[in-house]
């Protein structure tokens, strides 16, 4: 399984930003997709997740209500919208995948990870 993130760079504080990751490798529209971030010197975060068909999503309690996960399974990409960033948000941000169908909000349930795409928020 083959995950590659794109969309990351340099915004200003209130700005909007699409992050894209597009998984191949196996039947992308049977499994759970989540996003990640990680700040220097931080641990790694839990952003978004999103179930195989999309119906269900859950998010991280500092993107809740900024942040949309949303997947188009016919172009096996799962995206994350992010709105109203803030110099906060600044890290690397990965997507991951699991052995599951359901939405995980824990970092041990993700097998495959990908390299990761680094946005930052300027004030």
């Known amino acids: 399984v083959q995950l590659q993130a794109s969309g990351g760079g340099l915004v200003q504080a209130g700005d909007s930003l699409r992050l894209s990751c597009a998984a191949s490798g196996r039947t992308f529209s049977r499994y759970g997709m989540g996003w990640f971030r990680q700040a220097p010197g931080k641990e790694r975060e839990f952003i978004a997740a999103i179930n195989w068909s999309g119906e269900i999503t859950y998010y991280g309690d500092s993107v809740k209500g900024r942040f949309t996960i949303s997947r188009d399974n016919a172009k096996n990409t799962v995206y994350l919208q992010m709105n109203s960033l803030k110099p906060d948000d600044t890290a690397d941000y990965y997507c991951?995948?699991?052995?599951?169908?359901?939405?995980?909000?824990?970092?041990?349930?993700?097998?495959?990870w990908g390299q990761g795409t680094l946005v930052t928020v300027s004030s």
């Open positions: 991951a995948t699991g052995s599951y169908s359901i939405a995980q909000i824990i970092t041990s349930a993700y097998d495959y």
